[in-house]
């Protein structure tokens, strides 16, 4: 889950350098923190939080189907 959340990340912002992903297992939990440029934060968030939304609903299918739960927290 780490990997895909660091390439559609990656593939949202400017500087795809930036953008760094940490995982914090838990028992049938993962908390992913994402961090990107401030100049990126924007992209990643969208317009009315969407973008932000729509990361979190992948996240949580891709851990669902592993039979896991999976939190995204963007970080600014």
């Known amino acids: 889950m780490r990997?895909?959340?660091?390439w559609l990340a990656r593939e949202l912002?400017?500087?795809g350098d930036a953008v760094k992903?940490?995982?914090i297992e838990r028992d049938r939990s993962t908390v992913l923190?994402?961090?990107v440029a401030p100049d990126d934060l924007?992209?990643?968030i969208g317009?009315?939080?969407?973008t932000a939304k729509a990361l979190r609903t992948v996240i949580?299918?891709?851990a669902r189907k592993?039979?896991?739960?999976?939190?995204?927290d963007i970080l600014d």
């Open 3 to 6: 990997d895909l959340v660091l």
């Open 13 to 15: 912002v400017e500087r």
């Open 21 to 23: 992903v940490d995982a």
């Open 33 to 35: 923190e994402l961090t």
């Open 42 to 44: 924007g992209r990643v």
């Open 47 to 50: 317009r009315g939080g969407r």
């Open 60 to 62: 949580d299918a891709a």
């Open 66 to 72: 592993e039979g896991r739960r999976a939190v995204l």
